[in-house]
């Protein structure tokens, strides 16, 4: 089992920034993949960044690509979200979410089914 825990949402102005963070917890480390998805008001809950955690790169929604960036610290189990020039579209409820490790990973990896565990969800409002 594993347990996730993201924070840092918060209200920020267009044109700011904020990093969220995603803590994990029960299971053995490295291994399998985290991503970040959002669901903004009235949509579905939609891919935005994923990494798998032996990996050196992180993949984007186009929608983030060059504002957003992943990171990560094996170390202390924690994967990050730095989300520079924010937009008001980006408002939304963040969650973060863990996946074991799965050969299907580079074709299945933007989907939400692909992933097992789920953390409760940040709030993030980008004021206009």
Partial sequence: ECSCRASGGGLVQAGGSLRLSCAVSGR???SGSMAWFRQRPGKEREFV?????TGANGYYADTVKGRFTISKDNAQKTVYLQMNSLKPEDTAVYYCASALPKTTYY????NVSFYKYWGQGTLVTVSS
């Fill in 28 to 30: 053995t480390f490295p």
């Fill in 49 to 53: 960044t994923g990494l798998i955690w």
């Fill in 107 to 110: 074709r299945d990896y933007e």
